[in-house]
Nanobody, 124 residues
Framework: QVQLVESGGGLVQAGGSLRLSCAAS????????MGWFRQASGKEREFVAH????????YYADSVKGRFTISRDNAKNTVYLQLNSLKPEDTAVYYC?????????????????WGQGTQVTVSS
């Protein structure tokens, strides 16, 4: 099975940017469709972005479309999430996840492996 470790979170002002990384080990990340999710305090985990195994196809939540970009480098066994034009409502713990299902898309239940999360805090 694959192990996932997120990094790159932090405190940023509204309008700023961050790049999150998800490093995989144990199995090639190219074996999995990958997703990013987030969970704000007191709220349910919600979908942010999905990328296919090859990286050819991406899918985003409406709330982040045009601001966030998911990408992957299978040679480096890493998946990224570029966060631009950040808003206070983007504050959450961000998780990456791996799925054995090519079309896992936005469903939490379709992902098989999860990282421990990285905190993103956006100040107004």
């Amino acid at each position: 099975q694959v192990q996932l470790v997120e990094s790159g979170g932090g405190l940023v002002q509204a309008g700023g940017s961050l790049r999150l990384s998800c490093a995989a080990s144990g199995r090639p990340v190219g074996s999995y469709a990958m997703g990013w999710f987030r969970q704000a305090s007191g709220k349910e985990r919600e979908f942010v972005a999905h990328i296919s195994r090859s990286g050819d196809n991406t899918y985003y939540a409406d709330s982040v479309k045009g601001r966030f970009t998911i990408s992957r480098d299978n040679a480096k066994n890493t998946v990224y999430l570029q966060l631009n034009s950040l808003k206070p409502e983007d504050t959450a713990v961000y998780y990456c996840a791996a799925s054995n299902r090519p079309l896992a898309l936005g469903s939490v239940s379709r992902y098989d492996y999860w990282g421990q999360g990285t905190q993103v805090t956006v100040s107004s």
